[in-house]
């Protein structure tokens, strides 16, 4: 009885020090249908990929030392709706360490991502739905999506690639790329801007708009067909893209537009 008591003190105090001293957090939750995820962080790299569980996992690491007090984790879920929201010491911030600290989501293929990195990058792959994606001083870099997009970086570039019902792009300071492949379609209004950027887009030959691209120092190159009205000028382009749609604007303070088109792969192509 006495060995046993001692051993399970032994083990208690073995599991503390661990828990202390864990290098990573690890958590999954089950779904049942669609998930809701929400992620927030003062810092760090925000990573999203998908798997083929129904569930949601999280891993939370620093890249060449422990977690410890520098980082604290709070998490909450409500059936489909997973919230997790990781805070990062000043003193990591003040040491330029911030970015060592990774938060990886993985989650269905289907999912609706609310996604704040702070001061971090924001890295997705491979998920469609419903996506929102914002960060304050970092690149967002999401590719093979599906759905509404609307991201959004006060310092930093934007490099998207996916089939889009809804695509807004924001950066106050940074250059926009966007692969649009076929069977986009706008659902709504869809805005790329940057304050302080060039922009380079890549659409289908069949997306139908109603196009507005501006730049107040830059010019402007089209390999789409745009059937144009008003002032055409090196820094304004108006009029309408296979019979026009909803609007689709584009717009960058300072840097030049290319709009190219993405041609449609055929049987046997091997692309």
Same mark, same amino acid.
């Given at each position: 009885?006495?060995?046993?008591?001692?051993?399970?003190?032994?083990?208690?105090?073995?599991?503390?020090?661990?828990?202390?001293?864990?290098?990573?957090?690890?958590?999954?939750?089950?779904?049942?249908?669609?998930?809701?995820?929400?992620?927030?962080? *003062?810092?760090?790299?925000?990573?999203?990929?998908?798997?083929?569980?129904? &569930?949601?996992? %999280?891993?939370?690491?620093?890249?060449?030392?422990?977690?410890?007090?520098?980082?604290?984790? &709070?998490?909450?879920?409500?059936? *489909?709706?997973?919230?997790?929201?990781?805070?990062?010491?000043? %003193?990591?911030?003040?040491? *330029?360490?911030?970015?060592?600290?990774?938060?990886?989501?993985?989650?269905?293929?289907?999912?609706?991502?609310?996604?704040?990195?702070?001061?971090?990058?924001?890295?997705?792959?491979? $998920?469609?739905?419903?996506?929102?994606?914002?960060?304050?001083?970092?690149?967002?870099?999401? !590719?093979?999506?599906?759905?509404?997009?609307?991201?959004?970086?006060?310092?930093?570039?934007?490099?998207?690639?996916?089939? %889009?019902? $809804?695509?807004?792009?924001?950066?106050?300071?940074?250059?926009?790329?966007?692969?649009?492949?076929?069977?986009?379609?706008? @659902?709504?209004?869809? !805005?790329?801007?940057?304050?302080?950027?060039?922009?380079?887009?890549?659409?289908?030959? &069949?997306?139908? @708009?109603?196009?507005?691209?501006?730049?107040?120092?830059?010019?402007?190159?089209?390999?789409?067909?745009?059937?144009?009205?008003?002032?055409?000028? &090196?820094?304004?382009?108006?009029?309408?893209?296979?019979?026009?749609?909803?609007?689709?604007?584009?717009?960058?303070?300072?840097?030049?537009?290319?709009?190219?088109?993405?041609? @449609?792969?055929?049987?046997?192509?091997?692309?």
């Amino acid at each position: 009885m006495r060995h046993t008591m001692i051993t399970a003190i032994i083990c208690l105090l073995l599991c503390t020090v661990a828990t202390a001293g864990d290098d990573q957090w690890q958590k999954n939750y089950s779904v049942t249908g669609k998930p809701q995820v929400s992620v927030r962080t *003062n810092d760090g790299v925000v990573q999203v990929s998908t798997w083929p569980r129904k &569930e949601v996992g %999280f891993i939370v690491s620093r890249k060449g030392g422990t977690l410890g007090k520098n980082v604290r984790i &709070e998490q909450s879920a409500e059936g *489909n709706r997973i919230s997790v929201t990781v805070h990062i010491s000043r %003193f990591l911030a003040s040491v *330029n360490l911030a970015r060592s600290i990774s938060i990886q989501a993985m989650v269905p293929a289907e999912a609706d991502l609310d996604l704040d990195a702070g001061d971090g990058q924001i890295r997705i792959n491979n $998920v469609a739905g419903n996506l929102r994606l914002q960060t304050s001083d970092g690149s967002i870099d999401a !590719s093979e999506l599906g759905g509404q997009l609307h991201a959004r970086t006060t310092n930093g570039n934007i490099q998207v690639r996916g089939r %889009f019902d $809804v695509l807004v792009l924001k950066t106050n300071d940074g250059q926009i790329k966007a692969e649009v492949a076929a069977g986009s379609r706008l @659902a709504s209004a869809w !805005s790329v801007n940057t304050s302080d950027g060039g922009v380079r887009l890549r659409l289908p030959n &069949e997306l139908s @708009a109603e196009l507005d691209a501006r730049t107040s120092n830059g010019h402007i190159i089209s390999e789409i067909p745009v059937a144009t009205s008003g002032v055409v000028s &090196e820094h304004h382009l108006h009029g309408t893209i296979n019979g026009g749609g909803l609007p689709f604007e584009i717009h960058t303070g300072n840097g030049s537009i290319q709009i190219s088109r993405i041609e @449609a792969k055929t049987a046997g192509s091997g692309n």
